[in-house]
């Protein structure tokens, strides 16, 4: 398969915004058409069999694939472009310079990923560093045109990249991930701009994601900007920001959801009705409002708290577990219609049903306002299970 790119020139420009969750920006800009790889001199075509060793970076204009039976370095910025499709072989390593912020793949509107891994052959994507830690790497991008509530109409720029995002289609199809273990990731640029494990701008429905694993992470495992993907079974181990993270009014699903927390963590799922830095902008006004099912969380101390509500977000968490925190749910807002997370519970699109709290101080913590018991929040206190992790995660995760 012949492989075509467009040459890069990245130059990286800080911007504020998303507050701690923020991530300097890495301009592409597109200079000509001609067909060359960004390899360091390399000249192993990735489609080539007899080439063991292969450098991919670049912005794509025609599919990729990569197999098992090579090893991929992953030297810059891969870019998958409107139309291509990167596919994935079960197997596969992707082993990404430990260079920071500049190193990840991103999928963009209209590009596709099938990377279909399985248990007994994972696909992973980590650090080439004979010492690998959180932050070596940026990490794995997808970009859809689901709806977002940062803008009207139109689209939005990523953080990563500024490439587009959002639209009107909540069955956008953005591929498959399946038995993916990203590892490493979160790369930082300052002090404050960090990358994720998974991003996930936009992403629409028609996308599947299932089994997915992020390890040792700088910042969040899996964050959402908008859109309506479903994700199931989902790993995060050892987040040192927030394992799951939603924003710019996210309403898919999370089910089977397992997060164990490390020495260095910050919350097991933060959760905003809107991007703070950027606004409420949509019309009519619409809020996170994701469905959360089968969730374990354990926490490496009680001076914590597990799950934070805030910005007016919505959502139903049925059947979630939650181990050894000072704070269970801790809920903020305000009352002059900013940032209504109290009103979601009194409408009753912001609850708890069914919960088991093992080692939890204070179950519930109301900063919102609004004035509500916590029997009109949380319900079946006592009756959750929680996800059976010792079964799905077996095999393809690390810990």
Same mark, same amino acid.
């Given at each position: 398969m012949k492989n075509t790119f467009l040459t890069l020139a990245i130059a990286s420009t800080l911007f504020i915004s998303c507050g701690e969750d923020d991530t300097a920006d890495i301009i592409i800009n597109n200079t000509d058409n001609s067909t060359t790889i960004n390899n360091n001199g390399d000249t192993t075509d990735p489609s080539n069999p007899t080439d063991e060793t292969v450098y991919i970076s670049g912005t794509y204009v025609e599919d990729l694939e990569l197999t098992s039976e090579k090893t991929y370095i992953l030297n810059g910025a891969l870019v998958m472009t409107d139309g291509t499709t990167l596919t994935i072989e079960e197997g596969t390593q992707i082993n990404a310079l430990a260079s920071g912020s500049d190193i990840y793949i991103a999928i963009s509107q209209g590009a596709k990923i099938e990377a279909n891994g399985t248990a007994a052959n994972p696909i992973v994507m980590t650090s080439n560093s004979t010492a690998p830690k959180a932050g070596d790497w940026g990490g794995l991008i997808l970009l859809g045109k689901a709806p977002i509530n940062s803008v009207a109409t139109g689209t939005s720029t990523s953080e990563i990249g500024s490439l587009p995002y959002g639209g009107t289609d909540e069955a956008d199809n953005s591929g498959t991930l399946r038995y993916v273990r990203v590892q490493y990731s979160g790369g930082k640029a300052d002090g404050s701009s960090e990358n994720n494990g998974?991003?996930?701008?936009?992403?629409?429905?028609?996308?599947?994601? /299932?089994?997915?694993?992020?390890?040792?992470?700088?910042?969040?495992?899996?964050?959402?900007?908008?859109?309506? *993907?479903?994700?199931?079974?989902?790993?995060? +181990?050892?987040?040192?920001?927030?394992? #799951?993270?939603?924003? /710019?009014?996210?309403?898919?699903? *999370?089910? %089977? $959801?397992? *997060?164990?927390?490390?020495?260095?963590?910050?919350?097991?799922?933060?959760?905003?009705?809107?991007?703070?830095? +950027?606004?409420? %902008?949509? &019309?009519? +006004?619409?809020?996170?409002?994701?469905?959360?099912? &089968?969730?374990?969380?354990?926490? $490496? &101390?009680?001076?914590? /708290?597990? #799950?934070?509500?805030? $910005? !007016?977000?919505? !959502?139903?968490?049925?059947?979630? *577990?939650?181990?050894?925190?000072? /704070?269970?749910?801790?809920?903020?807002?305000?009352?002059?219609? &900013?940032?209504p997370t109290g009103q979601g519970v009194l409408d009753g699109v912001l609850k708890v049903v069914d919960v088991t709290f093992n080692n939890v101080t204070t179950k519930l913590k109301n900063d919102t306002g609004f004035t509500f018991t916590e029997a009109e929040f949380i319900s079946g206190d006592g009756n959750a299970t929680g996800t059976d992790y010792a079964t799905w995660g077996a095999d393809w995760t690390v810990e």
């Open positions: 998974f991003s996930f701008y936009g992403v629409g429905n028609g996308t599947t994601v /299932e089994y997915i694993q992020m390890y040792e992470g700088l910042d969040d495992g899996l964050e959402f900007f908008g859109g309506t *993907v479903n994700v199931n079974y989902v790993s995060v +181990i050892n987040a040192q920001d927030d394992s #799951i993270d939603w924003t /710019e009014g996210f309403s898919g699903k *999370v089910t %089977n $959801a397992y *997060v164990q927390h490390g020495a260095d963590h910050d919350k097991a799922f933060e959760c905003d009705g809107y991007n703070t830095d +950027i606004g409420n %902008n949509s &019309n009519p +006004i619409f809020w996170s409002a994701p469905e959360v099912t &089968n969730v374990t969380v354990v926490s $490496a &101390n009680d001076a914590s /708290e597990a #799950i934070r509500l805030r $910005a !007016g977000t919505q !959502g139903v968490f049925t059947n979630i *577990v939650l181990n050894d925190f000072a /704070e269970g749910f801790d809920l903020d807002g305000d009352t002059d219609g &900013n940032n």
